[in-house]
């Protein structure tokens, strides 16, 4: 992973819930990459009809100004992971609840190539 994609994972490290120990640090966002050796920083889009939400059984994902996981009320059961079309939303392997970037902005500072953004419609 190139060190710009690494920081901006680094950049959107966030202070977990009180389910949670408070050493316990979670990245809200995931850079994969891709056979031809490029790296993409996997986000939310926000999207308008947000198939995440609908799909959550115990109403733990909502919308405000952006898509919120609620991580006392997610029980795991990944059909947000399922439903989402982009890929942002995973389950975290040890936690078992779902996590999602939260459009914060964090990480575009640190992107050397300025590949980042945060775009509004």
């Given at each position: 992973m190139?060190?710009?994609?690494q920081a901006a994972v680094s950049a959107n490290w966030s202070v977990p819930s009180t389910r949670r120990?408070?050493?316990?640090?979670?990245a809200r966002v995931r850079v994969e990459r891709y056979d031809d050796g490029r790296d993409v920083v996997i986000a939310c889009h926000n999207c308008d009809d947000a198939p995440c939400i609908e799909v959550c059984p115990t109403e733990a994902i909502t919308r405000d100004d952006a898509i919120r996981?609620?991580?006392?009320?997610?029980?795991?059961?990944g059909a947000c992971v399922n439903a989402r079309p982009y890929g942002a939303i995973w389950l975290d392997p040890v936690l078992e609840v779902a996590i999602?970037?939260?459009?914060r902005s964090r990480c575009v500072p640190f992107c050397p190539p300025e590949a980042l953004?945060?775009?509004n419609d």
């Open positions: 190139r060190w710009y994609a120990a408070p050493s316990t640090r979670i996981i609620n991580a006392e009320e997610c029980i795991g059961c999602a970037c939260k459009l953004q945060i775009v």
